[in-house]
């Protein structure tokens, strides 16, 4: 395809953010839409991308490739795969949806907008880079506009949160740095080249390998959040915008596992295997964790973003399984759980802005009062529970599957972990009882239904939601191929 869809997808947001930034700051509705129009035009190329990617070669497609720093090497190499278009989607749909979900916003409209069109960048160029000077650029240029979103338009604690953000995920990308210096020069010639350096991965020595897949690890788990490195999550989803907190949980998070995916693994394939058994405890006690923390919350948002942390377990499990059913798995909990947490904040925002409280035991019997409301939150919970027939159940079954079958102490770690589905159906069943069942509080006598705006930020969530729950079919084919392939360069 001669189109550079991925140049377009990752700069048309930048021209959106200066178009915003040269409009009159009083012209709020303009800004709004025209945010809205930038970022629709991305979420179109994403699924022109993924209707147009053929699942059935390995190989990086739509590959841009473009010499920019001959000197040391590096290149502005963008490409796709299995792995990376479905992300892209995802990353498409909820920044239109977020950015539609933020037209109540009324403090500092202009740079709010401008912001948030400069994360859209950052999260694109992730997902495309296939140059690490490429990568790193991108994946720092995330990092300021989400400490401003935070850190102006948050909450009561919002520049504590924004900065514990920001100082988590600097030493995150300090250690990513090092190594990815480290690889520079150890590699001869000397190559940024992510897929040269993964065809390479034969002549990296143990010890080097044990080494620089821990810098790796610690800079990506810090941001899948991985315990015990995650406890900048629930201050920044808590203070957080709802908008923002709905990128934060459905797209952010999820680099940290592609990261992972993408360079660690294949890159560093012996200390992969050194590391899995590490790597599945560490997902076995995010898995318990995490529910058990969620199950002691009293505010909802705090309670959905602790249950970030253990559903992004799964993800840890299913990666440390080094199976395909287990990566497939892990690959389908990135996209599901962005859906499902996604929609969930949207909700929480939705009852927060008519409530000014996100306290559990200050609502009751809300669900005669808001049936629709009522119904797509519980559709939502129950597919964060993994009911059967919804996104978050096929997810859960392939990795507990993929791990299962990796050998005896994997079965262990599985047992141990499937409390966690108990422990998930515990709080978020509790939570539906307190908020939405029993007699009505008189207090919300007042509360209004879910408005269109609103629906239309959810239904497509939805839809993604049942779609993938009793049809799998088209997502596992598209991850399917890449997955196999590098699981394979990783066990042989």
Not at 401 to 424: K, R
Request: aromatic share 16%; net charge neutral.
């Amino acid at each position: 395809m001669d189109f550079p869809i991925l140049t377009y997808m990752i700069f048309i947001p930048l021209v959106g953010m200066v178009v915003v930034m040269t409009m009159r700051k009083e012209a709020h509705n303009a800004i709004r839409y025209t945010s809205s129009f930038f970022s629709l035009v991305v979420f179109v190329l994403s699924c022109i991308l993924a209707i147009q990617y053929d699942s059935s070669i390995p190989d990086m497609q739509f590959v841009e490739n473009v010499s920019w720093i001959p000197s040391l090497g590096i290149n502005y190499f963008l490409g796709v795969d299995g792995i990376s278009v479905p992300m892209l989607f995802l990353t498409g749909l909820l920044s239109f949806i977020s950015i539609v979900a933020s037209f109540g916003i009324t403090n500092r409209v202009k740079e709010y907008f401008a912001f948030f069109l400069l994360l859209e960048v950052g999260m694109i160029g992730v997902f495309c880079a296939l140059d690490f000077f490429l990568f790193y650029i991108f994946w720092e240029i995330m990092l300021v506009p989400m400490y401003f979103l935070i850190g102006v338009w948050g909450g009561p604690r919002k520049e504590y949160a924004a900065i514990k953000f920001f100082l988590y995920t600097l030493f995150g990308s300090v250690l990513m740095l090092v190594g990815i210096i480290a690889l520079y020069f150890y590699a001869e010639p000397h190559t940024l080249n992510m897929m040269e350096l993964i065809r390479r991965n034969s002549t990296y020595g143990y010890t080097f390998q044990l080494i620089v897949f821990a810098a790796f690890y610690v800079g990506f788990a810090i941001k899948v959040p991985a315990w015990p490195f995650h406890t900048w999550l629930p201050d920044a989803h808590v203070e957080a915008p709802t908008a923002v907190s709905v990128i934060l949980a459905g797209v952010l998070l999820k680099m940290g596992t592609y990261g992972l995916m993408r360079i660690s693994y294949p890159m560093f394939p012996e200390a992969a295997v050194y590391y899995s058994i590490p790597v599945a405890l560490i997902g076995m006690i995010a898995i318990i964790y995490g529910a058990f923390v969620s199950m002691a919350q009293k505010d909802l948002k705090k309670l959905v973003a602790y249950s970030s942390v253990s559903h992004m377990g799964y993800c840890m499990l299913g990666l440390a399984a080094l199976t395909t059913a287990g990566w497939a798995g892990c690959m389908y909990q990135m996209f599901s759980h962005g859906v499902l947490t996604g929609a969930l904040f949207l909700l929480v925002g939705v009852l927060y802005d008519r409530a000014h409280t996100r306290e559990i035991a200050a609502f009751g019997g809300i669900g005669a009062k808001v049936p629709l409301f009522t119904g797509i939150f519980v559709l939502f919970g129950m597919g964060s529970l993994g009911l059967p027939g919804l996104s978050g159940f096929v997810a859960e079954f392939m990795t507990f599957i993929g791990a299962f079958n990796s050998g005896y102490v994997y079965q262990w770690i599985v047992i141990v972990s499937i409390l966690g589905v108990v422990l998930t159906a515990g709080y978020i069943l509790r939570m539906v009882q307190n908020v939405f069942l029993g007699p009505l509080n008189t207090r919300w006598e007042g509360l209004t239904e879910i408005n269109g705006r609103e629906l239309f930020t959810v239904i497509p969530l939805a839809v993604l939601t049942i779609l993938l729950g009793v049809w799998p079919k088209p997502l596992v084919s598209m991850i399917s191929v890449s997955i196999d392939n590098i699981v394979k360069m990783i066990t042989g």
